[in-house]
């Protein structure tokens, strides 16, 4: 490490935090206070050369310039804007935000799952139209049933951790299994660092066996070239018809055209979506009119969330910390993931 780190950043902040990051030592701090994720921005020339560290929602345009540069820290859980971008080739350390929204999305998915199985939409509906209606659709239970993580990292943890105290049985399907989780950033009291709570795991070549038991199936990995579209006509036909979907992670994951046939044609029971494939979803398209399908507008998780700018924080000056001692960083991306 060189005798002084120079740190830029250019995000949200917290002023206690920014506090704690300046009493780290042999540090110079540089703040472009920004609050709306840009992605298109340029570093002053006059710092570019010099920053070791760099804290934003994305990389500048001039990243070629940071020819110091040795760890860049995002403020997003999602990394897509940083792949080919060449980071591992260069030597350059690259860290998420992972963990910050594993509470809200976890509880997303625990009050869709509730509102899905009890039909709470339809219940909205009668109570518009003054209608008392008391049908036994309303009055089903969660207990019991089977709810299917694709993909086990924070959310999935801490989706787990609440399904478990509702009696849920929980599955996980992951590319080689469940492992404990270290240098991962975790709420305290939150998650399952130690990955002991599923009752099944599977693995890349079991989507059969993982599928055809689910009462839920939740999409909880990254969006990526690898797995945009990963779930198509065939999986959707796999799943129970008394199934549901429920995507807080990313709306490609799930083809466009094979969910709605499942919906049109009774594949599923129904979906819980809250992302989506065009931002905003347009007022015709066809997923605001069925009435199994809940929509919310990419609320489950955050910029917006209470707890979000501190925890962010947290990780920030931990994250810088260990940079500058040399410690193994949290959230810290592979050379596989930073390549797509």
């Known amino acids: 490490m060189p005798a002084k780190t120079n740190i830029f950043i250019h995000d949200c902040i917290d002023p206690p935090r920014l506090e704690k990051l300046r009493a780290l030592p042999d540090t110079r701090i540089d703040v472009i206070e920004c609050d709306d994720e840009d992605e298109d921005w340029h570093l002053p020339d006059d710092r570019a050369a010099e920053t070791h560290l760099l804290v934003s929602c994305a990389a500048p345009d001039n990243l070629d310039a940071m020819t110091s540069l040795r760890m860049l820290q995002i403020s997003s859980v999602g990394f897509g804007q940083l792949i080919g971008l ?35 939409p339809g219940m909205v509906r009668n109570q518009q139209s003054q209608s008392f209606d008391r049908d036994a659709r309303f009055q089903n239970e969660l207990s019991g049933r089977i709810a299917g993580m694709w993909g086990y990292g924070g959310i999935g943890r801490e989706t787990a951790r609440l399904a478990k105290a509702l009696n849920l049985t929980v599955y996980a399907m992951t590319r080689d299994g469940v492992k404990p989780r270290t240098d991962v950033y975790c709420v305290p009291g939150h998650g399952d660092p130690e990955g002991t709570l599923p009752d099944e795991v599977f693995v890349l070549g079991q989507e059969r066996e993982f599928l055809e038991q689910l009462d839920f199936l939740i999409m909880a990995i990254p969006l990526s070239p690898a797995t945009e579209g990963l779930v198509g ?108």
Not at 106 to 117: D, H
Not at 248 to 264: D, H, N, Q, T
Not at 323 to 336: D, H, V, W
Request: hydrophobic share 45%.
């Open 233 to 340: 006509d065939e999986f959707l036909q796999i799943l129970p018809s008394r199934a549901y979907v429920l995507n807080p992670a990313r709306g490609p994951l799930i083809r466009e055209e094979s969910l709605l046939r499942a919906l049109r044609e009774n594949w599923i029971a129904g979906a819980a979506l809250d992302t989506h494939y065009y931002y905003p979803l347009p007022p015709e398209h066809p997923l605001w009119h069925f009435p199994n399908v809940i929509i919310t507008p990419h609320v489950s998780g955050s910029n917006l969330s209470p707890h979000f700018q501190t925890r962010l924080w947290d990780i920030i000056v931990d994250n810088s910390r260990r940079f500058i001692a040399g410690e193994p960083l949290m959230n810290q991306l592979t050379a596989r993931q930073l390549a797509g």
């Open 86 to 120: 060449g980071l591992a080739e260069r030597g350059i350390l690259a860290c998420n935000a992972s963990g910050v929204f594993d509470v809200p999305i976890a509880e997303w998915n625990i009050a869709m799952m509730i509102n899905l199985v009890r039909d709470v």
